[in-house]
């Protein structure tokens, strides 16, 4: 949703830590999340960006963005909408301690830096980008150091989360590990 937010500035023209125009512009936009078939697409204003925010400007723009005050509140206030009516599944920096604190399931992963490296890499060869692996490293240290030291909204691990090392996990046994905890507590809660 943040990615989204930053598509929107940089279509804009807008520095990234325009804190001011960017809130202005957070009033006469739309973001949403969409299913469609097994896959989640992106929307900003209607059209479908689930491809277009993971582009490089936009990772290299987003953290500015995301830092302002006013962005967090709105996309906040938007993923805790999204858990009201039904239960959900949200992945995010600050999903289990800022914006659903009190989850059944809390779940925080982490990976090897070569193990992130390596998948940002994969993902960016399928679209065409051939980025040096020790660059790739270089930024995702960087990012997880700055969100990690950052004021409002730190990555930080929820104190009741579960840690899962995916270094060496598929993704089916990444998804079969959570489903496993989610039908305990499931369980649980149905046993009363």
């Not at 973001?31 to 960006?49: C, F, H, K, Q, Y």
């Not at 989850?103 to 390596?118: E, G, M, N, P, Q």
């Not at 940002?120 to 997880?144: C, S, V």
């Amino acid at each position: 949703m943040y990615r989204a937010v930053t598509v929107k500035v940089l279509e804009k023209g807008l520095a990234p830590e325009d804190a001011a125009a960017i809130s202005r512009l957070l009033d006469s936009m739309n973001v949403e999340l969409r299913r469609t078939g097994s896959a989640l697409r992106v929307l900003l204003d209607g059209s479908d960006v689930t491809e277009r925010i993971r582009d490089s400007d936009v990772t290299a723009a987003v953290r500015a963005v995301s830092r302002i005050g006013r962005v967090r509140e709105a996309m906040v206030r938007q993923q805790r909408a999204l858990g009201e009516s039904q239960g959900v599944v949200l992945e995010g920096r600050d999903i289990g301690t800022v914006v659903f604190p009190n989850a059944d399931l809390k779940i925080f992963l982490v990976a090897a830096l070569d193990a992130r490296a390596t998948r940002r890499r994969r993902e960016l060869e399928e679209r065409g980008r051939d980025i040096p692996l020790e660059k790739l490293k270089i930024e995702i240290a960087r990012r997880d150091h700055l969100d990690s030291s950052r004021e409002e909204s730190p990555l930080i691990r929820a104190s009741d989360a579960i840690v899962l090392d995916t270094s060496d996990l598929t993704v089916e046994e990444q998804v079969e590990f959570v489903v496993m905890k989610a039908k305990e507590i499931l369980n649980n809660k149905a046993k009363g």
